[in-house]
Structure formats: structure tokens, C-alpha cells
């Protein structure tokens, strides 16, 4: 039934774009003045650090898609909005079907990874078995606006007979973008009175930059033993935004060794990105006699599920001199970062809060 579904929606895309033959083509980018006068809200999407390193590493790619890291690709973050994308012009009365397409004629992938405004249950981007192209349904009305960003990857190195290039189409817009243009890209259209597209793209530096984070969320002590209980934490980045979860387990064994293992999952899914574990101590009582079984380190390992090899550290506190010291239910901060060389990354790492 599912893919009877899916089947349905995508004759009915195809069937839109058909049966429309007005189609704008790219076409020569609108005036400064449109640029200048974005819809705010737009404004975001458009930031060059969008979609943030960490989002990507965090990303429940499928496994048909290679490592964002595989340097046999150039790796391009494309964001397309649509509908009322400029104040310039007023909300639309009616509304405007965008449902379309995106493919790509090179070797490569097209993965969608974050849809921009869509509505549940009216718009969606439609799942594919063919990494070269996606489908999506969305319409717009008054100032609403729709779109997405997606990873593109192109393989290097190959001799390709036809341009290699990304085809975006839908009914009132249709856009053609070779693939050296997508290293930087802004594009402001004006569609009619009421409606605007915008396309910016930009290169993935994957190779010049460590993935970085924190977690926040709380260690959980047995009442009746604080040496065993649980944690669960969100998986952020840099600046604190939501990537996903942190959950597991700590224990004590009888000789008094202290470990921690657990998963991060996906921010929307139950997808488990890596697995993680390692080490925890309380802090030396009699160094600290407020802190005890109140307060304690802990620091580790993770690595990426997709059987890579790829990973990083992890390190934070638990606990806060401020509780009572039958308080079992204790706050938890730390940090995580990707694994890159030293001699290239040592200037971007800061974990000195954390040291013991």
C-alpha cells in the first residue's frame, strides 16, 4: 500500500509538470534590489555555514550514498525556496502549485536532506530508489514559502560528453545549473507579482574542517545505587542547535571500574548514528568533600555506524555543587568532536574545560 502511495504521488508530479507548458528558464539573476529586500525568514537558508558540517555528519545517509569525506567527490549543499521569497512582492491570493523534480545527468547523487517550510501532511519530498533524481509536491499561498536543501556529489575525474549539470523543474520555474556553478551560487528570481524562487549553493570544505559540538542533558543516578544509572542528552552543534540524541548507560563493576556506553540517534529519527563509550569517575571527595557522589567526569569514544571507521572523543562534567547531595538526577554538559589530523586541526580544538 505504502508504495502504491508513493507510486500515485509521483504519477501525479509528472502528470503537473506535463501538462504545464509554461516554464521560466534560468535566465539572467533579478536586480541587486530584489536580493537586498529577502523575506527575513528566508534569510537563514541563504547563509553560507547552511546546512551546518556537523548536520551533515550527523545525517542518517542512506547506504547507497558514499562518506561525505570520500575525496573522490566534490560535495555541493544546493537550497532552492519558493513563493513569497522577496518583499517586493504581495502575498498571493491563489495558490501556486511547485510540485517538480531535480536530476542530475552525471555520475553522482542527489540526496534532499532538510525540506524549508513544508506543511505536514500537504507537502513532502517523495522517496526514490534512484540517487540521480528526487520528486517533491508543495504549494504556496499568501506569504508562505516552500523549498529544500540537498547534497549534491559529483564524481571527479570522469570525461562526461554532455555538460554535467543539475536540472531543477516545476511548473512556473525551470532552472538548468552546470555543475562548476554550484562551488558559489545566488540566484534571485522573480516568477510574477506575487512569487520569487531563489537558488544558493555552495562547496562542502569536508576536508579542512573538524565537526564539532556539544551535549546537554542529564546523568541519571539509581536512587539506591549512584554508581549505575542512565544519561540522555541532545547531540548539538557548535552553537548549541539540535543534531540529534545521546543515550545509554553507566555502570560501576565489582572492582570498581566505571564505564558508559550508548547510541546517537537521528534528531527526527530513531536512525542510530554512532555508538559510544568509555570512562567515568566521580571527583576526589577528599579533594572536594562537597562534591562526592555529586559531581563527576566523564570522556570517551564514538564511532559512526555506517562502518567507516570514522569517529571522534567525547568529554563533560555531571552534576552541580548547587543540589542536595541526595539529588540523583543531575544535569550533564560536554563536548564531542570529530577525529582530524593534529597538525591541520589542533588550533580549531578547545576541550581545556574538560581536561582532568
Known sequence: MRNLKYALLIIFVLSVLSCNGERSPAGPTASP???????SSVQPFLDPAYPSLESLY???WPEYLPSVTDTSYDVYALTVIWGYTFNTGTPNPDTTDWSGTLHINFEGFAEALAPIGFEPGADSIIPVNAPVW???ISTTTGDDFDGYTCVVFFKR???YFDAPRVTIETGPFSAEIHVEELASLTEFHQVDAHNGVIIHSHELPLNTFCPRGTIVGRWLQNSSDRGNGTFEAVW?????APLGYLLGTFTTTAANGR???GWVTGWFTDHIIAWVDGIWWFDDYRMCPLCGESHGVFEGTFEFADGSGEGGTIKGTFGDFNLPPEQTDLPMTGVWRVDCPISTHLDRLDLSQFEK
Open 259 to 261: 564505564t558508559f556506553s
Open 236 to 240: 548539538g552543534s557548535r552553537d548549541g
Open 157 to 159: 575525474g570522469n570525461v
Open 58 to 60: 550527523i545525517y542518517g
Open 33 to 39: 534590489d530584489t536580493g537586498s529586500s529577502v523575506n
Open 134 to 136: 528526487f520528486p517533491w
